[in-house]
């Protein structure tokens, strides 16, 4: 490699490789290659770079499918049995929306006893995550 490469051609070229050496030693066990998580390629850190990752999958062919847990948002992109992984922060895609509170009964340590535990009540935040549409035309809101 030159240094006028740029960093994806660079990238590019050491995938290339990557899927040579696959193809020529298909004594390799395919589960190597990433698990059923796929390899992790990509840490996006914005919905706007998400959806960039998304629409170029898309466009070269690939599945694209969404993982959203917890604190996580992350694209699946495969094509046939190799899948690469987009990793991000759910905050990071997602708008975090209070929605109201609740009330909630919960023990906590009570300083002023030997057995430290009393039973409390509270008003704690209730939210759910909106996510946009990655590709929709519109930025309209949806919950994920």
């Not at 708008?95 to 109201?100: A, F, L, N, P, S």
């Amino acid at each position: 490699m030159t240094d006028t490469e740029t960093l994806a051609q660079q990238q590019a070229a050491g995938l290339r490789a990557l899927a040579d050496m696959i193809e020529a030693h298909p004594e390799i066990p395919a589960t190597y290659l990433g698990g059923i998580h796929g390899i992790h390629v990509w840490h996006p850190q914005s919905a706007e770079e998400m959806a960039a990752i998304a629409r170029a999958a898309l466009k070269h062919g690939a599945k694209v499918e969404k993982d959203i847990g917890v604190s996580l948002y992350n694209l699946s992109i495969s094509w046939g049995p190799f899948k690469a992984m987009a990793l991000g922060n759910r905050g990071a895609v997602c708008e975090r929306v209070v929605t109201g509170t609740e009330t909630v009964t919960r023990k906590v340590p009570d300083p002023a006893a030997v057995v430290p535990m009393v039973e409390v009540t509270e008003e704690v935040e209730t939210f759910e995550w909106r996510c946009a549409p990655l590709l929709a035309a519109d930025a309209e809101a949806v919950s994920a």
